[in-house]
């Protein structure tokens, strides 16, 4: 399972570090024989709509509707995606003797987002591929600008 925090906070990532953790895995990967970790679950976009409006776009490509589990428990949006393999008798069956570049994950995933108390899931859609997930971040009241008037004596 991968363990992600959403936050609405401006994220601050040393690329640099990222991608030579990224590299040293596929080192490794390549040395062992072993999956590479960083490449286990699926890519995913966290976008803002509007002021209080944002959704997360997770990059799915053939998992359909029944391989896709949604669910939110306390403060943690879990999705969960489980490929089912079925054969065609229509297709041959091809033989892989070795794979030499692979950058798109096919396998059962499983990602876990903390979410801040005030953030609501209010929907989720698959199309093409993309599986995107709306949310609200509500404001109380006492925290929303409220101008005052200012009356002339």
């Given at each position: 399972m991968?363990?992600?925090?959403?936050?609405?906070?401006?994220?601050?990532e040393?690329t640099?570090?990222?991608q030579?953790?990224?590299?040293i895995?596929?080192?490794f990967?390549?040395?062992?024989?072993?999956?590479?970790?960083s490449?286990?679950?699926?890519p995913?976009?966290?976008?803002q709509?509007?002021e209080?409006?944002?959704k997360?776009?997770v990059?799915?490509p053939?998992?359909l509707?029944?391989?896709?589990?949604i669910?939110?428990?306390?403060d943690?949006l879990i999705i969960?995606?489980k490929k089912?393999i079925?054969?065609?008798?229509n297709e041959k069956?091809?033989?892989?003797?070795?794979?030499?570049?692979?950058?798109i994950?096919?396998?059962d995933f499983s990602?876990?987002?903390?979410?801040?108390e005030?953030?609501s899931?209010?929907?989720?859609t698959?199309?093409?591929g993309?599986?995107?997930?709306?949310?609200e971040y509500?404001i109380?009241?006492k925290q929303k600008?409220?101008k005052i008037?200012?009356?002339?004596?």
């Amino acid at each position: 399972m991968s363990y992600h925090s959403f936050s609405l906070e401006p994220k601050y990532e040393n690329t640099m570090l990222s991608q030579r953790f990224k590299e040293i895995d596929k080192l490794f990967s390549t040395l062992s024989g072993k999956k590479i970790i960083s490449d286990s679950v699926p890519p995913y976009d966290i976008l803002q709509l509007k002021e209080n409006f944002y959704k997360l776009i997770v990059s799915v490509p053939g998992y359909l509707e029944k391989n896709l589990e949604i669910s939110t428990q306390y403060d943690q949006l879990i999705i969960i995606g489980k490929k089912e393999i079925t054969e065609n008798t229509n297709e041959k069956k091809e033989t892989v003797e070795k794979i030499l570049h692979q950058e798109i994950y096919t396998g059962d995933f499983s990602l876990s987002f903390r979410l801040n108390e005030r953030i609501s899931v209010m929907s989720a859609t698959l199309d093409q591929g993309l599986l995107t997930i709306y949310f609200e971040y509500q404001i109380p009241e006492k925290q929303k600008i409220q101008k005052i008037q200012i009356n002339v004596k």
